[in-house]
């Protein structure tokens, strides 16, 4: 595969930016000899037309929302509105310098503002931040608050959090930045948090647990409230991983269920694009007792003027360099306003209805290790489908049908797991031609093993435009950067 | 909706299969309690018409826009481009996920591997990541590294970096136990190398700093001992300076947001982290690497993944999981886009122009430049009269300088900082100067 760096050198592309219009001093006049670079950056120009056309090329190897059914559990890949990609390219958002004055950027600081107050008003919380500008860097967030808050109270021995053994990882690894210890909580054999382990487990050295809701397997902690109960009861903080919030939007709000801290990821549940890996937005919404807190600056609305706020004593601080990723937010809003109260219902009622569906159908032919309602997804396991028949080989022979394959071996809970999420936009043909897949996927796994084994085989004229990688091959002969060594051996290093 | 394709025949049908008889039986697990307890917005849906009303009506009141920019500290108003946005624009790229599969990635995962070679290029380092959300979370990634590979629970940190890469630092460092020893500056507005102590984990230094001044690198290395160097620096300056990497630094961070990336009121923007090859096994966030496919052709996937926090969990070296690829993307194309060449065509034009305004302003009575030191685009001028108020006869005329109280909390009052990029024309800087020299 060609990169730029397998261009050659074209000293005579120029152009971007206008000759100097004052007298030219010289660099060596201006700055320090021993200050200036000696040997240039290996880095080739490319010409316009060869820049299109290799990122071009490039993009065709990629596989995005906009290619097809995406069903990646935990992730929520909806498709995202164009309108908004549009919005974010307005010059008077794009342009605007996060230090201009207050008076010149009121409508960033509106739409701030205004956002923060829907997304309050669906975690059914006071107060939130927009800082975060992911989902780990809401928990970790949140983590912080937890920390800054048992200080103040001289509570310095609550060192615990308790996380269920079906979290994403990034739970854990927040709460050890953080400085706390994780306790583990089995779940029950209906797959949801022990309430009875829990109980014990309480006690002053706990800081909080953190829950998803819906859980990582796709179902709805039926003893919510008991649970928040305890732990506060115990003293301890509830903070719940929004990752999961597209199951419930419309019908239920976290502050209801006892949350006292809770992060939203903007790119999933509000339709904001993942960028191939970001960037995303993970706003945190809080309870009343933790609002002095929150990071600083806070956004203040005063008789119809919007302001920047430093004042807090007792905030944790700055979690990003300014107010978190505008130009993600603006996206969210723009996604709110346009669903309103009944669009936000819908999305829950499609989300979950194509879930249970495709649960149902797929569960006559895969393993459903906890077969009960599920909400936005569910958890198949590949076991039993055929002699040596791996979740990764099934997940493989999906993209030589044209999908994306669901998220793998993921939540550790469960062996082999394919966790699938279809999200609200998916219509039911899809929905059938994806059951209709992985059956047939199903009977080759029992007569045809070998081609699951060799998948993708790139004979359909699907995306994959390798066949399957070798990760120990990566592991073993690690190259992270271009061998300029090996392959510009013929080229000087002076361009 | 306009985002749900299902009909309602198709709605009864799925409930149907399933065995249900109404949408509300699909919520029945949740408790009653809770949802007794609901209220919605009070938010009615509106068209597509009118929400893309509703936000240019907001874009139009950052009056902002329309004013001529003389802000930086960190964050500075490039030309874009326009070939950029047309490859980010594209749907392939910006609508896929995390490349966990890399068979469907190879587009994403092959531009990771130009930027991770890019990045290394430009500060001189072996390794780089495929990004941190900004340059101020790049640099405490890096402050709980250094702690992490030396164990001790100290950082030396330079107190003329920009105050928004401290104020960061502090809250990452509060929350894991990390204590901050503040190094002072000299009178040329330079780090005082002889002030950082021994044993702390790493000293962390930018450049330029936060009064414009590009740091002697030199020497740094050797005074701390075994204590990590962290370098902060500007991309588009490193085409122009020798790089962080070649003064011996062990980790070198920066805002890439000058690399074609939209200000956007401060995010998204990119953060770059680079560092050497024997802290591979210790650096945060997601690498990419060369691998071969099962015929043996050349591909690219997600590499040494057993750092990170979907496998290493608790131990992991970061909670980073999402980060700021599409930005990494656009910096890439950016860079690719200018070449080495143009690269240090444009940090020229920084540079110069920076300084005919710098040299303009000096022959105003009064002004004189607050640290007699080399400087890239950006400068800090020691101004005759109260900084705000000369700000604020700039600000009427339509041009914008940074807030002076944050050069004051470095210990630096009376002063104004200018930062000039390739957009500034001769005509606006003298214009500038000319709205100076008028003022008494």
Known sequence: MNT????????????????????AQGTEALIPHDLVRKEPPRIPALSEPDLIRHYTRLSKLNYGVDDGFYPLGSCTMKYNPKLNEDLARLPGFATVHPSADE????????????????????????EATLQPVAGAHGELTGMFLMKRYFEARGEKERKRILLPDSAHGTNPASAAIAGFSVTEIPSTKEGMVDVGVLEKILDETVAGIMLTVPNTLGIFEEKILEVTDL???????????????????????????????????????????????????GPVAVSERLVPFLPIPRIRKDRGTYRLDWEAPQSIGCMHSFYGNFGVILKAYAYLLQLGDEGLREVS?????????????????????YDRLCKHEFVLSGEGVGEGISTLDIAKRLIDYGFHPPTVYFPLIVHEALMIEPTECEGKETLDSFIEALERIAVEAREDPQILHEAPTCTSPMRASVRRLDQTHAARHPVFTYPFEERWKDRGTEI | MRYIANTDAD????????????????????????????????????????????????????????????????????????????????????????PYQPELSQGTLTAMFEFQTLVCELFGMEVANDSMYDGATALAEGARMAARILKRPQIAVARNIFPQYRRVLDTYCWASGIEIVEIPYMEDGRCDRAAIPEGTAGFIIQSPNAFGVIEDLAGFKDRIGDALLIVATNPIAAGLLVPPGEFGADIVVAEGQPLGIPLSFGGPFLGLFATRERHLRQIPGRLTGQTVDAEGKVGYTMAAQTREQHIRRGKATSNICTNSQLCALTATVYLACLGATGLRELATLNLEKAHYLAENLFALPGYE????????????????????????????????????????????????????????????????????????
Do not use: W
């Open chain 1, 103 to 126: 008076d010149l950027v009121q409508g960033s600081l509106a739409l701030l503002y205004e956002a923060s107050r829907l997304l309050c008003g669906i975690a059914g919380l006071p």
């Open chain 1, 231 to 281: 732990v506060h009861a115990a003293g301890g903080l509830c903070y719940f991983d929004g990752a999961n919030l597209n199951s419930f939007l419309g019908r239920a709000r976290p502050g209801d269920m006892g949350a006292d801290i809770f992060h939203f990821n903007l790119h999933k549940t509000l339709s904001t694009p993942h960028g191939g890996g970001g960037p995303g937005s």
């Open chain 2, 369 to 440: 430049l607050a640290f007699p030191s080399p400087f890239f685009n950006e400068f800090t001028m020691r101004v005759p009269g109260d900084p705000r108020e000369i700000r604020s006869q700039l600000k009427d005329a339509g041009m914008l300088l940074d807030d002076p109280k944050s050069l004051a909390a470095l210990g630096a009052p009376d002063t104004l900082r200018f930062a000039v990029t390739e957009k500034r024309t001769k005509d606006e800087l003298d214009r500038l100067v000319d709205i100076l020299g008028g003022m008494r």
């Open chain 1, 349 to 369: 009622e499609n989300a979950v209805l194509n879930a249970n569906y495709l649960q149902e159908r797929l569960k006559q032919t895969y393993r459903l290790p």
């Open chain 2, 11 to 98: 709605r009864r049908a799925m409930l149907a299969a399933i065995g249900l008889t109404s949408l509300d039986d699909l919520f029945s697990d949740i408790p009653q309690q809770v949802k007794d307890r609901f209220r919605p917005l009070d938010l009615p849906a509106k068209s597509e018409m009118e929400v893309a009303g509703a936000l240019q009506d907001l874009a139009d009141a950052n009056l902002a826009r329309r004013e001529l920019s003389f802000l930086g500290g960190g964050v500075y108003d490039h030309y874009i481009p326009s070939a950029i946005s047309h490859i980010t624009s594209r749907s392939e790229f910006y609508t896929a996920y995390t």
């Open chain 1, 4 to 23: 730029i760096f397998d261009y050659k050198q074209n000293e005579e592309i120029g152009g971007l930016f206008p000759a100097l219009d004052i007298p």
